[in-house]
């Protein structure tokens, strides 16, 4: 089955303590369906000092599931579903994500 969440994506959390807030998604992993979102589910890793790294208590994006995450609509940033439909004719046909609120092409 196609993505329907993808790496670059502004998605809004639906369930958790941070319901309603927006991020950028900066990761997903299908196998886990799971996603990392740019400063959602922030965790605290204690973390040991290496030449290249400090030590020290470090904040850092946990992952999230897949089903707590819904795209946010391009037009008024709503979360929605996503349909698939096809673009342009014979071999240049391409499969483009659409916003199932709005009808909006998601990417294009």
Do not use: Y
Not at 26 to 51: C, D, Y
Not at 85 to 92: H, I, L, Q, R, S
Not at 95 to 107: L, P, Y
């Amino acid at each position: 089955m196609a993505a329907k969440i993808r790496k670059g994506d502004k998605v809004v959390v639906l369930s958790g303590r941070d319901r309603g807030r927006t991020g950028e998604v900066l990761e997903v992993r299908p196998a886990a369906e799971r996603a990392l979102v740019r400063g959602i589910n922030m965790v605290k890793r204690h973390q040991k000092q290496t030449p290249q790294q400090e030590g020290g208590i470090i904040s850092k994006e946990g992952t999230i599931h897949l089903s707590n995450l819904a795209i946010a609509d391009p037009k008024d940033g709503k979360p929605t579903r996503v349909g698939f439909k096809f673009v342009g004719e014979g071999d240049a046909r391409k499969k483009v994500r659409v916003a199932k609120r709005s009808g909006v092409e998601i990417d294009g």
